[in-house]
């Protein structure tokens, strides 16, 4: 919820909406996490308190350590949760997974919006 983009403020999004990325997994946050080096933790059956649905596409909490045992960052170049955020928010678009996605979506979008066509006549 904290990088969703079809979420409101007041629903939990916590970063701009134009950085936010449309229905992030924690699996994805995850995979982004780890590969920059920060020590993740994945709990699959955790839960967003205000989210509503509860598919299994929705559940997951993952667990960053930000700072070590001293106080000091454990990356410096993310000192605070926000830039955590937004930088996952920036690079789960470029993840494989969501570009095959894309790939494949735009090509039955076109097919759906084809049919459409000439249902905007008036009734007399």
Known sequence: A???????????????????VENPTSTEIQDVCAAVGF????EKNKMYPREWNRDVQY??????????????????????????????????????TRTQKMGGSDQSLQQGEGGKKGKGKKKK
């Open 59 to 96: 559940r997951g909490r993952v667990r960053i350590q930000l700072k070590q045992d001293d106080g000091n960052p454990c990356l410096p170049q993310f000192p605070t949760r926000k830039s955590v955020m937004l930088y996952a928010a920036e690079t789960i678009p470029k993840l494989k």
């Open 2 to 20: 904290y990088l969703n983009n079809k979420k409101t403020i007041a629903e939990g999004r916590r970063i701009p909406i134009d950085k936010a």
């Open 39 to 42: 020590n993740v933790l994945l």
